[in-house]
C-alpha cells in the first residue's frame, strides 16, 4: 500500500513557475515508477509526466515538454514537478501517481495509488 500527499499547487500567472512535491509512505517507494497527472474542469485526467524508480527515465506529455521537469528523491520519498512557463491551458487539478509493476507509464489505469491531488491556477 502507498500513500501519496501532493503540495505546491496555487494561483499564478503566465509564465510563472510553481513546484509540486509529492510524498509518499510505503517500503516500496524506492523500486516504484511515478507519475503525475492533471485534470481540467471537463475533461479527462491526462498523463503529464512520469519517472522510472531509477530516475534513469523520464516522460513528458508534448504539451509540457521543455516547461516541466520531473525528478525524484528517493531518500525522502517524494517525487516533484518544476512547472515553469506556465500557460493558463495548464490549469487543473495536478496528481501524483503509483505506478503498478510493468504497467505502462502513460496510462491512468496502471496507477493504482493516487494523491488527493493539488490545484493549480495560471491566470492570463
Known amino acids: 500500500q502507498v500513500q501519496l500527499a501532493e503540495s505546491g499547487g496555487g494561483l499564478v500567472q503566465t509564465g510563472g513557475s510553481l513546484r509540486l512535491s509529492c510524498v509518499a509512505s510505503?517500503?516500496?517507494?524506492?523500486?516504484?515508477?511515478m507519475g503525475w497527472f492533471r485534470q481540467a474542469p471537463g475533461k479527462e485526467r491526462e498523463f503529464v509526466s512520469g519517472?522510472?524508480?531509477?530516475?534513469?527515465?523520464?516522460y513528458y506529455a508534448d504539451s509540457v515538454k521543455g516547461r516541466f521537469t520531473i525528478s525524484r528523491d528517493n531518500v525522502k520519498n517524494a517525487v516533484y514537478l518544476q512547472m515553469d512557463s506556465l500557460k493558463p491551458e495548464d490549469t487543473a487539478v495536478y496528481y501524483c501517481?503509483?505506478?503498478?509493476?510493468?504497467?505502462?507509464?502513460?496510462?491512468?489505469?496502471?496507477?493504482?495509488?493516487w494523491g488527493q491531488g493539488t490545484q493549480v491556477i495560471v491566470s492570463s
Open positions: 501517481a503509483a505506478r503498478r509493476p510493468y504497467g505502462s507509464i502513460f496510462t491512468p489505469n496502471d496507477y493504482p495509488f
Open positions: 519517472i522510472t524508480w531509477n530516475a534513469a527515465t523520464t
Open positions: 510505503g517500503r516500496t517507494f524506492s523500486t516504484t515508477a
